[in-house]
């Protein structure tokens, strides 16, 4: 008898516990995106089995409407009213033949005001309406494309393949002007990006496909095997193709967003890091909103080394030779050019500068600089000048200045062309006049004030280039009479620091 009581005593604990632990079953979400007063796309799951009925629970229930139940398939869509805009949530409660409830299903919408530019939604609220809670940076719609990293986002643009099985680029989220849309993946091949399309997200038909979650996929699929490659991300728009590399947007599409992509780890609802996951988000065309085309990628891990070399090393000149006018290369006897903290510090008093051993050519360079305080004679009252001259030809003699391009480096004035030594080249069409030397001035401003340090970076690629100040395009020229050579940093009557001098080979 005893035998008996305890046998039943524990089928009566194991059933509860079931019960229990069927009753806090991860919960089901069903997201829908719509334009406020007009109905979502229809979405589907499958509630489970033995269930018998699903109910109104929770929340906003009259913003979601229950279109079917038949099979065990429940069919709902998203209603939200003419009035309403943003996130809104409801549940449904999934109970099983004995009336108890097994599950809830939780209902997420996302209503906007309208179609494209200001009506959309921004990526703050894209975010959470897909059920994560990774920090993108910034509150609202419209940003900014330079490449300072936002909120939680990495500083890395190329993957590996993480574990067995292929790479998913699953569309979560479009928000841009209507057309078929290719994306997929590159390898860094033969001084060029060699892009294998996955797939291409749809044109609008009954339903705004370009203005929505999860926009439908027309032609191809989400997955792909890179193999053991490493690679980057594109999609082509009707203008231009945007890479998951800053470099190749400055050296094909410099007049868009030179940073095409922001990439963010994944957390989930909790704050919890989703392993080897993260969103992939592109600005299509430049006021930063990064919420044209949002893709969930899996399966891979960043490539976390550097892709530069660093050209000066921080600790002494190897690999440069200085030259000074009217005293000669590598003789400097009041210490002009001096390297303390990791930077190049140059005291500016005499005119000169150094420069690379090795030539460069197709390559993508960046340098640090700041101006000091000191000015010297004969231009202690001008404003503050040094610069950055390149490709010089390998057999080009020490002079003031060699045949170059220079990178102009001067109060107000960073960013122009310099053409020394009658070298050319054409900006818009134009080319300057072959001359000793030649001014080509910047379209916009993108400086810091002095004292400050600013980040130059520059794509020197068969005789197009590119000048950025500050994560700005400022200056584009075309079929340069010099492509390739030797890189020097001028020392111009005035005080200037120059660090983190690195290039990468294109």
Request: include cysteine; charge should be neutral.
């Given at each position: 008898?005893?035998?008996?009581?305890?046998?039943?005593?524990c089928?009566?604990i194991?059933?509860?516990?079931?019960?229990?632990?069927?009753a806090?079953?991860?919960?089901k979400?069903?997201?829908f995106?719509?334009?406020?007063?007009?109905?979502?796309?229809a979405?589907?799951?499958?509630?489970?089995?033995?269930?018998?009925?699903?109910?109104?629970?929770?929340?906003d229930?009259?913003?979601?409407k229950?279109?079917?139940f038949?099979?065990?398939k429940?069919v709902?869509?998203f209603?939200?009213?003419?009035?309403?805009t943003g996130?809104?949530?409801?549940?449904?409660w999934?109970?099983?033949?004995?009336g108890?409830?097994?599950s809830e299903?939780?209902?997420?919408?996302l209503?906007?005001?309208?179609?494209?530019?200001?009506?959309?939604?921004?990526?703050?609220?894209?975010?959470p309406?897909?059920?994560?809670?990774?920090?993108?940076g910034?509150?609202?719609?419209?940003?900014?494309?330079r490449?300072e990293?936002?909120g939680?986002?990495?500083?890395?643009?190329l993957?590996?393949?993480?574990?067995?099985?292929?790479?998913?680029?699953?569309?979560?989220?479009?928000y841009?002007?209507?057309?078929?849309?290719?994306?997929?993946y590159y390898?860094?091949?033969?001084?060029?990006?060699?892009?294998?399309?996955?797939?291409?997200?749809a044109?609008?038909g009954a339903?705004?496909?370009?203005?929505?979650?999860f926009?439908?996929i027309a032609?191809?699929?989400?997955a792909?095997?890179p193999g053991?490659?490493a690679?980057?991300?594109?999609?082509?728009?009707?203008?231009?193709?945007?890479?998951?590399?800053?470099?190749?947007?400055?050296?094909?599409?410099?007049?868009?967003?030179?940073?095409?992509?922001?990439?963010y780890?994944?957390?989930?609802?909790a704050?919890?890091?989703?392993?080897?996951?993260?969103?992939l988000?592109f600005?299509?065309a430049?006021?930063?909103?990064?919420?044209d085309?949002?893709?969930?990628?899996k399966?891979?891990?960043?490539?976390?080394?550097?892709?530069?070399?660093?050209l000066?090393?921080?600790?002494?000149l190897?690999?440069?030779?200085?030259?000074?006018?009217?005293?000669g290369a590598?003789?400097d006897p009041?210490?002009?050019?001096?390297?303390?903290?990791?930077?190049?510090?140059?005291?500016g008093?005499?005119?000169?500068y150094?420069?690379?051993?090795?030539?460069?050519?197709n390559?993508d360079?960046k340098v640090?600089f700041?101006?000091?305080e000191?000015?010297?004679?004969?231009?202690?009252t001008a404003?503050?000048?040094?610069?950055?001259?390149?490709?010089?030809?390998?057999?080009?003699?020490d002079?003031?200045?060699?045949?170059?391009?220079e990178?102009?480096?001067?109060?107000?004035?960073?960013g122009d062309?310099?053409?020394?030594?009658f070298?050319?080249?054409?900006?818009?069409?134009v080319?300057?006049?072959?001359?000793?030397?030649?001014?080509?001035?910047?379209?916009?401003?993108?400086?810091?004030?002095?004292g400050?340090w600013n980040?130059?970076?520059?794509i020197?690629?068969?005789g197009?280039c590119?000048?950025?100040?500050?994560?700005?395009?400022?200056?584009?020229?075309?079929d340069?009479s010099?492509k390739g050579?030797r890189i020097?940093?001028?020392?111009?009557y005035?005080?200037i620091?120059?660090?983190?001098?690195?290039?990468?080979?294109?």
């Amino acid at each position: 008898m005893k035998l008996i009581k305890l046998f039943f005593t524990c089928l009566v604990i194991f059933l509860c516990v079931s019960f229990y632990a069927a009753a806090q079953k991860v919960k089901k979400a069903m997201i829908f995106s719509a334009i406020k007063g007009t109905i979502s796309k229809a979405d589907s799951v499958m509630p489970g089995a033995g269930t018998m009925s699903v109910k109104p629970g929770d929340g906003d229930i009259a913003s979601f409407k229950i279109l079917s139940f038949k099979n065990g398939k429940l069919v709902v869509v998203f209603t939200p009213a003419t009035n309403f805009t943003g996130i809104t949530r409801a549940t449904l409660w999934v109970s099983n033949a004995a009336g108890m409830r097994i599950s809830e299903i939780n209902l997420i919408g996302l209503s906007t005001k309208g179609l494209e530019g200001e009506n959309e939604a921004p990526l703050s609220v894209i975010v959470p309406a897909l059920g994560y809670q990774t920090n993108i940076g910034w509150p609202g719609l419209a940003n900014h494309s330079r490449p300072e990293l936002m909120g939680d986002e990495i500083p890395y643009s190329l993957f590996h393949k993480a574990g067995k099985g292929k790479v998913e680029m699953i569309p979560v989220a479009r928000y841009s002007p209507d057309f078929e849309l290719p994306f997929g993946y590159y390898f860094d091949i033969a001084s060029e990006p060699a892009k294998h399309r996955v797939g291409s997200l749809a044109l609008s038909g009954a339903y705004p496909e370009h203005q929505t979650l999860f926009p439908a996929i027309a032609k191809g699929t989400n997955a792909f095997d890179p193999g053991d490659h490493a690679f980057g991300f594109f999609a082509t728009g009707p203008t231009h193709t945007a890479y998951s590399e800053d470099a190749w947007n400055l050296m094909y599409y410099p007049g868009n967003a030179v940073h095409a992509t922001r990439i963010y780890p994944l957390k989930d609802a909790a704050g919890n890091l989703v392993s080897n996951t993260y969103l992939l988000c592109f600005e299509e065309a430049k006021n930063g909103d990064y919420n044209d085309y949002v893709f969930l990628v899996k399966n891979v891990t960043p490539v976390t080394a550097d892709p530069y070399t660093k050209l000066f090393n921080g600790k002494n000149l190897d690999g440069w030779h200085s030259f000074l006018n009217g005293i000669g290369a590598n003789t400097d006897p009041e210490n002009n050019f001096r390297v303390e903290d990791g930077a190049l510090h140059v005291i500016g008093k005499n005119l000169g500068y150094v420069i690379t051993d090795s030539g460069f050519w197709n390559y993508d360079l960046k340098v640090d600089f700041k101006f000091g305080e000191r000015r010297w004679i004969p231009r202690d009252t001008a404003k503050r000048d040094g610069g950055m001259c390149y490709n010089i030809p390998m057999n080009e003699p020490d002079s003031i200045w060699p045949k170059s391009i220079e990178f102009q480096i001067q109060e107000g004035d960073a960013g122009d062309f310099w053409l020394l030594g009658f070298s050319t080249i054409k900006v818009n069409g134009v080319q300057n006049k072959a001359a000793n030397h030649t001014r080509m001035m910047k379209v916009q401003d993108a400086e810091k004030p002095t004292g400050q340090w600013n980040t130059l970076e520059l794509i020197s690629y068969n005789g197009k280039c590119v000048q950025v100040v500050n994560g700005v395009v400022v200056n584009v020229g075309e079929d340069a009479s010099v492509k390739g050579g030797r890189i020097l940093l001028q020392s111009e009557y005035a005080e200037i620091y120059y660090r983190n001098v690195k290039i990468r080979k294109l």
